[in-house]
């Protein structure tokens, strides 16, 4: 089984109506996450930044709010549609490749900052997909890894998902889940990530792979405001947690 065709297909069927973020474009949740880049970037200063695993645009556009040069790679053809439909809209310019995060086509030291929301679980090599990260960065560039706990298999865990599925199904919402479940199922002992993402993984494979100054954000900020907009049940069941994983180019 081809897993990256398996990918690429769920994701293109999704891409209609995928939303990044609790509500897709959301300026208030947006507000949050510049302010959180805005923190950790120099001031003044306009990036080259590539967005790996673009989707719908979500990173790639937030940065070109902010004024860098952005360019957008995803492995779906229909993220990369939704993305420039969402580029449009905005009245944004950024810059959209057909491609894989494992084997970019960029040149050496092409950026000053590679970013990515949700993609390091869905891999099947991680470590070459941030040393291919590595490569196109700049000296001195940045690696912005964002990700969550989405599939603990701790039995604590793993229940509460399994209540919040229940609960969402019985209210015929997140009807995604079950084609997710079968796209994905034959296919996650491929993604060593999968259910191992974490913040310390994270930090080894950065560590592992040469990045330097690696640094951890809970981004709690953005977890207080997607709590307090979830639903009901999920607030109740589900206990995923998000993080930012930083590390530089020496």
């Not at 897993?3 to 999704?14: G, L, S, T």
């Not at 981004?219 to 206990?239: A, D, G, P």
């Amino acid at each position: 089984m081809d897993c990256k065709e398996v990918i690429a297909n769920y994701w293109n069927f999704r891409s209609s109506t995928y939303k990044n973020g609790i509500n897709g474009f959301d300026e208030e949740e947006r507000a949050v996450w510049k302010q959180i880049f805005e923190n950790s970037l120099a001031s003044g200063k306009r990036l080259k930044v590539l967005d790996v695993g673009t989707g719908t645009g979500f990173l790639a556009l937030l940065f070109a709010e902010m004024g860098h040069e952005v360019s957008g790679i995803d492995l779906s053809e229909g993220m990369l549609e939704k993305a420039r439909h969402n580029a449009d809209n905005m009245g944004l310019e950024i810059s959209l490749f057909h491609g894989d995060a494992e084997n970019l086509p960029f040149e050496d030291c092409s950026f000053d900052l590679v970013v990515n929301k949700y993609l390091l679980w869905t891999l099947q090599e991680p470590a070459s997909a941030v040393r291919e990260w590595k490569r196109v960065l700049k000296p001195g560039g940045m690696i912005f890894a964002i990700d969550g706990n989405w599939f603990d298999p701790r039995p604590d865990r793993y229940i509460k998902r399994m209540l919040y599925g229940l609960a969402e199904r019985f209210a015929k919402k997140n009807q995604y889940n079950l084609i997710f479940k079968k796209s994905y199922g034959p296919i996650r002992n491929s993604l060593p990530l999968y259910e191992k993402i974490s913040p310390k993984n994270i930090s080894f494979l950065f560590s592992e792979t040469g990045l330097m100054n690696t640094e951890i954000s809970p981004l709690l900020e953005v977890q207080k405001f997607q709590r307090n907009r979830h639903s009901f049940s999920r607030r109740i069941f589900e206990n995923n947690s998000i993080f930012l994983i930083s590390g530089q180019k020496n």
